[in-house]
């Protein structure tokens, strides 16, 4: 791509800065929408009115069309985050039907006619500072850009996806009328033009399949996108999102899902979008009752997806929770976090389904003889269900019989991090809950799932909630998860009529990162295809046990001046040995109890395997990839954590290399 011409990017500027203003302007206002489908009552509660809030946001791309639209009178559209319209130009939402147009996707893909030539915009806060161009046709001349007369514009077109009868396939769709203020400036696509572009039964729509990473559009940016510095937490991506990735956001929410792909794939990137999507006013399609509620690995998961969600979507219907703090929502005083244990192992009874069967059973006993009625609390109701399953032990199955028996007394329990899912159930199951009942949940890191905690899902949702599963069965770190996705679909009654989707793209991770990474996987499984071709191969680091500290550190200054303004993560299988190895060479926390770490010049995150799921960093440093537990003779905890760099990864180690790695490419210091 050349370079932007500054008289072109001066006028887009300009326009951009009206459209953030009209939106500010429309936010400062709050004007009343048409409330969902399931905003009325939760639980016998009423919800507050739903608001229209757009949240102000910057030009996300542009459209020209080889020819003015016959109800737009215009050859060219921008896209953006919410709709509007100026003397001069108009704005469609990306989630909008008609914005397929600008993803090359979609069941709206020819809605506004030939796509010309397509512009997405580089951000800096609410400015653009940059633009990107890329021909849909195989002209060289003028395009529908270099128009620039005003224009007088009517609202664009949108399309309504048929819904589906009970076999499956489209009906046509019924009228359905726009809230009252925008009636008369909704010009509709004829309803034979709608019949076409149907989704097929099966959740994709019809022709050629979508393009994986060898066919990516608006490369260029992309690949500034991918190397620019990474930030501390996730950023939309709405004008970089490819098309795969925009199918996956944009699946009927009535459909189940997995995506399954490897680490850097843009899982998250989905899961964050798509939330987004299926609240946003814009859609259409099936409505979700209720919020979406986005479950990740862990209270560092939340943190760095909340900007993306926050700028992605109005108001609060969609909840992003960790797994723990679910379990703290129905027991408050439950302290698992502090790590605390009771002399046992983890092992797949405090996990089993089997384990909600006794639960229940409990409960039923205690509603018999009146004895929940007495409780005045979910959380006493909770520990009398406990109680009852520990005492009455010996009328338990014979196999069950010695686990229940070495269950500790109610308040050690709450300390207990492997009981967490199993007193968070006995709540659930007092049926005291008062928390809103999401219509779609959409699950991050998925593998990881273990039957209990599917049951919690399950029973915390509503009875047709949707559901989305994103995650990597490669990077298990668990004996007691899924070993398929399967397998997770049958704990949740979904095993028929859900699509698995195979995602190989690696948009984060640098071939040579990749490959050095994807020798702990059997050999048929290395078939991601990153889009970051160039980049530096791993380094190893080999040092005497007595040198591991001083190489830490050595390789975080290293890595720190290397990509300034950008992220650095030290990893470990546990954080206390790296931070200890910091904190020796003069490195201290930021505040108490942080994991960030400063030596006056760089500062990283030191994390331990579990707590860097899910995240990302521009370089990493992973401690002693010999103290990483294997699960089922897989290394999933130390693949997760090689893949969590983007363009720079040190390996330091005293101990042996595990076999595999000492196979893969890398450039080897000792």
């Not at 379990?327 to 046992?344: E, N, Q």
């Amino acid at each position: 791509m050349s370079a932007p011409d500054p008289a072109v990017l001066a006028d887009e500027r300009a326009r951009n800065k009206r459209y953030v203003q009209t939106l500010a302007d429309k936010a400062a206002r709050v004007v009343p929408i048409a409330k969902p489908r399931g905003s009325g009552r939760a639980n016998g509660r009423k919800r507050d009115s739903e608001l229209e809030r757009p949240i102000p946001q910057p030009f996300v791309g542009r459209i020209g069309l080889a020819a003015p639209h016959e109800l737009l009178q215009t050859n060219s559209v921008y896209i953006g985050q919410w709709y509007a319209r100026e003397r001069d130009f108009v704005v469609i939402s990306w989630a909008a039907p008609a914005a397929d147009a600008f993803y090359g996707h979609g069941p709206g893909a020819d809605l506004l006619g030939d796509v010309q030539i397509t512009r997405v915009f580089t951000p800096r806060g609410d400015e653009i500072v940059g633009y990107d161009d890329e021909r849909r046709d195989s002209g060289s001349g003028a395009t529908a850009f270099d128009h620039r007369a005003a224009l007088q514009v009517p609202r664009p077109p949108a399309i309504r996806q048929a819904p589906r009868n009970s076999a499956g396939t489209a009906r046509p769709p019924a009228p359905s009328p726009a809230p009252a203020a925008e009636k008369s400036t909704q010009p509709r696509v004829p309803a034979a033009s709608v019949a076409e572009l149907v989704p097929q039964a099966n959740g994709r729509t019809s022709g050629a399949p979508v393009p994986d990473a060898t066919a990516l559009r608006h490369k260029d940016a992309l690949l500034r996108a991918l190397t620019r510095p990474r930030q501390a937490g996730l950023q939309q991506v709405l004008a970089t999102l490819q098309p795969q990735q925009h199918a996956l956001v944009k699946w009927e929410a009535t459909v189940p899902l997995v995506v399954q792909g490897h680490p850097g794939a843009g899982k998250t990137i989905v899961a964050v979008h798509r939330a987004a999507f299926l609240v946003h006013p814009a859609r259409e399609g099936t409505a979700v009752e209720g919020v979406v509620l986005l479950v990740g690995p862990t209270e560092n998961y939340v943190k760095h997806t909340t900007t993306a969600v926050r700028d992605l979507t109005q108001g609060a219907r969609v909840v992003v929770r960790s797994l723990d703090a679910l379990f703290r929502k129905l027991i408050p005083t439950l302290d698992a976090g502090a790590g605390s244990d009771d002399g046992h192992v983890e092992t797949y009874r405090d996990f089993d389904r089997g384990l909600c069967t006794l639960v229940d059973d409990a409960v039923r006993m205690l509603e018999r003889r009146g004895h929940l009625a007495d409780t005045e609390s979910r959380t006493e109701a909770a520990q009398v269900i406990y109680e009852e399953l520990r005492l009455k032990a010996g009328a338990a199955p014979d196999e069950w019989m010695s686990y229940l028996r070495k269950l500790p007394d109610w308040d050690s329990a709450l300390r207990i991090r492997r009981l967490a899912p199993l007193l968070a159930y006995c709540a659930l199951a007092s049926g005291r809950h008062r928390i809103e009942p999401p219509g779609h949940v959409i699950v991050d890191e998925a593998q990881d799932v273990r039957p209990i905690e599917w049951r919690i899902l399950r029973l915390l949702a509503r009875p047709d909630a949707g559901w989305t599963l994103v995650g990597d069965m490669n990077q298990r770190r668990s004996d007691h998860s899924s070993m398929s996705w399967q397998q997770s679909l049958e704990l949740l009654d979904l095993s028929v009529d859900t699509q698995i989707e195979d995602y190989r793209s690696v948009f984060r991770s640098t071939t040579a990162i990749l490959k050095f990474a994807g020798y702990l996987l059997p050999r048929e499984q290395r078939h991601g295809l990153a889009v970051q071709t160039e980049g530096a191969r791993p380094t190893t680091l080999k040092v005497r046990p007595a040198e591991l500290a001083l190489a830490i550190v050595t390789a975080t200054r290293k890595l720190g001046a290397e990509c300034r303004g950008g992220t650095v993560a030290v990893i470990g299988a546990e954080a206390a040995s790296p931070r200890t190895a910091l904190a020796m060479h003069g490195w201290a926390a930021r505040a108490a109890g942080s994991d960030e770490y400063f030596d006056g010049q760089v500062t990283a995150r030191v994390l331990s395997a579990d707590d860097a799921r899910g995240l990302e960093f521009d370089a990493v440093v992973v401690v002693e990839p010999a103290d990483f537990p294997q699960n089922l003779g897989r290394h999933g905890l130390l693949y997760t954590s090689l893949t969590r760099a983007n363009r720079s990864l040190v390996v330091v180690h005293s101990k042996p290399l595990p076999d595999e790695l000492r196979k893969a490419p890398a450039d080897r210091l000792e």
